[in-house]
């Protein structure tokens, strides 16, 4: 269904702080006894769990690949650190347990 944002009953949140993908404007809305009219439903009635599960069948990958690259660029920087700073002579990635410091 689409219903516009200054609909009564319609009350739309604050937006999110999102981490890292502020291009995204996440906020919560809340339907309290909203009127959908049927020319404001789009597809069949009862079916909007089925489409919201296509899109996020879509989107799954993206989200899967965004956050395996930000993972590596965190593993990327934590070596360049540890490589670089040292503790008694030695790097820190060379002393004793220095590879649990990026575990």
């Known amino acids: 269904?689409?219903?516009d944002a200054d609909a009564p009953g319609?009350?739309?949140?604050?937006?999110?702080w999102n981490m890292g993908q502020r291009a995204s404007d996440t906020r919560g809305v809340t339907f309290?006894?909203?009127?959908?009219?049927?020319?404001n439903i789009v597809g069949e009635a009862g079916?909007?769990?089925?489409?919201?599960?296509?899109?996020?069948?879509?989107?799954?990958?993206?989200?899967?690949a965004m956050s395996l690259g930000l993972a590596?660029?965190?593993?990327?920087?934590?070596?360049?650190?540890?490589n670089r700073k040292e503790d008694h002579g030695k790097t820190y990635i060379s002393s004793p347990g220095g590879k649990l410091y990026v575990g």
Do not use: H, I, N, Q
Not at 10 to 16: A, F, L, N
Not at 47 to 64: E, Q, S
Not at 72 to 82: G, M, T
């Open 72 to 82: 590596r660029r965190a593993l990327d920087e934590a070596s360049k650190v540890l």
């Open 1 to 3: 269904f689409v219903v």
């Open 32 to 39: 309290d006894d909203v009127v959908v009219s049927k020319d």
């Open 47 to 64: 079916g909007g769990f089925k489409v919201a599960m296509k899109c996020f069948d879509k989107t799954r990958p993206t989200v899967g």
């Open 10 to 16: 319609v009350t739309v949140g604050r937006k999110e």
